[in-house]
């Protein structure tokens, strides 16, 4: 017994001894394959940026590792060719952590050199997991630029990014106390997303952002933005399968004189869009980007070539678009823009619309529009609410009476100091103002 105690306890011995190093092995081969993995997501997005691992040298109890990425096209975007990461990996026994290092890129030091008498206000910190999960904490100190007269205060912040194996999932949070700039000012950024991947061109989750304060003065105008925050999500529908997308936009106030607004927001909304023909579209726009980037590098001395070229890729963008318009025109396709609201010193807008497809078409099948607008009552749902006040508008003529026969009033009414509309589609009819439409 006492002997089978002593085995037991000598194999637990070597087991702690040679953990970290067999730890480190997984952990090499854990992260060249994130390597792989970000690459291949790299080449998806066609914007020709790419990590390569310098050097790894693997020891019992750490590792150090050189790490270059190649910026692609945005090159020149940032001024820079590459980045070089120096991480030097402790295994540990309860978790694996990294610090990572700027040190061996020449502009970083000469940055620090300059305005930070050499400190360095990025801290970098990593945690791996075993099962493929990586963590990062990246820390920005407070610190000052002198930029002429005045100084540029950069404020502290925190990103936190988390990595699921294979990047399945993506979890970002940021939080950033924002920049002073003599009488600029950006107030409490903060930015979440968590996405996971259905595929190659469809990420499904949701993302924020905002921003407390946004106040810029230059002497001769000034405006000023109060709790500005917008939320994105998409949904994934397997069965069948569609995506739906919803954006959100908001603020406190905005004020700019003579304008000022408060208390704004409105949601855009697309629900069951087939799912086939948005990553094919999302694919498209990615690839039509990047090429558009690389060229407009190229010409940037030129704003004519420039803003010809721009104009090319978007033409082509928008043919492509229209070929593949039928895939997206299924039954249950709705485009909506809902809980519009504005408060300005004239009153309150508001506006809710919601259209929908009730059967699947094609382009041509909207053709006898044309001739029988009636049949628009077959094809879509429609219910829009809109209030305007009187005194932003005036009198318009065109607003307030018939447009064409069968009309029994104008697109908008009025009720009380405010132009109302409200429309929809009821039993086959189409309905203004609680009175039918007679199409012909």
């Known amino acids: 017994m006492k002997k089978g105690f002593a085995v037991l306890g000598l194999l637990l011995i070597l087991a702690g001894v040679g953990f970290p190093f067999f730890k480190g092995i997984v952990l090499e081969r854990v992260i060249r394959q994130t390597v ?114 005045n100084a540029i205060q950069i404020k502290p912040g925190i990103l936190n990014l988390k990595f699921i194996k294979k990047l399945k999932q993506i979890i970002c949070q940021l939080s950033w106390e924002g920049i002073v700039f003599g009488k ?26 905002s921003v407390d304060s946004i106040i810029s003065d230059d002497g001769s105008h000034f405006f000023e933005i109060k709790n500005f925050t917008t939320e994105y999500s998409l949904g994934y529908q397997k069965e069948p399968s569609t995506v739906s997308i919803g954006v959100t936009l908001g603020m406190d106030q905005f004020e700019s004189s003579p304008m000022d607004i408060k208390n704004a927001a409105i949601q855009f909304g697309i629900k069951h869009l087939d799912a086939k023909g948005f990553e094919e579209l999302v694919v498209l726009n990615t690839q039509m980007n990047a090429r558009l980037m690389e060229k407009v590098l190229v010409l940037k001395d030129d704003p004519h070539a420039v803003a010809k070229e721009v104009q090319s890729q978007t ?81 318009q003529k065109g607003l307030l009476y018939p447009l064409i026969p069968g009309m029994q009033t104008g697109l908008f009414i009025t009720q009380g100091e405010n132009l109302v509309h409200r429309a929809r589609i009821r039993d086959g009819k189409l309905f203004l103002n609680q009175k039918e439409v007679i199409l012909e």
């Open 36 to 149: 792989d993995d970000i690459n291949l997501a790299y080449a998806d997005s066609g914007q020709k940026a790419v990590i390569e691992i310098q050097e790894y040298d693997r020891r019992y109890s750490d590792s150090t590792i050189e790490w270059k990425l190649h910026l692609g096209t945005f090159k020149d975007v940032l001024g820079i060719e590459e980045l070089i990461l120096l991480d030097h990996v402790d295994h540990g026994y309860s978790k694996t952590v990294s610090s990572t290092s700027l040190e061996k890129n020449n502009w970083f030091k000469n940055f620090q050199n300059q305005n930070f008498n050499g400190e360095n206000p990025v801290t970098i910190k990593t945690v791996y997991s075993l099962f493929g999960d990586i963590g990062s904490k990246i820390e920005l100190a407070s610190f000052s630029i002198k930029k002429g007269e």
């Open 315 to 395: 033409k082509r963008l928008g043919r492509e678009m229209i070929e593949n318009m039928e895939t997206f025109l299924r039954q249950g396709l709705e485009v909506s823009l809902s809980d519009f609201h504005a408060q300005i010193p004239q009153g309150e807008i508001k506006a809710n619309m919601v259209l929908g497809l009730k059967k699947t078409m094609t382009l041509s099948g909207f053709l006898p529009l044309l001739m029988n607008p009636s049949y628009a009552m077959d094809i879509f749902s429609l219910k829009s609410d809109i209030q305007i006040p009187y005194t932003l508008v005036g009198y």
């Open 184 to 209: 600029q000012h950006l107030t409490n950024v903060r930015f979440a997303t968590q996405m996971d991947k259905v595929s190659k061109g469809i990420w499904s989750g949701t993302a924020s952002f």
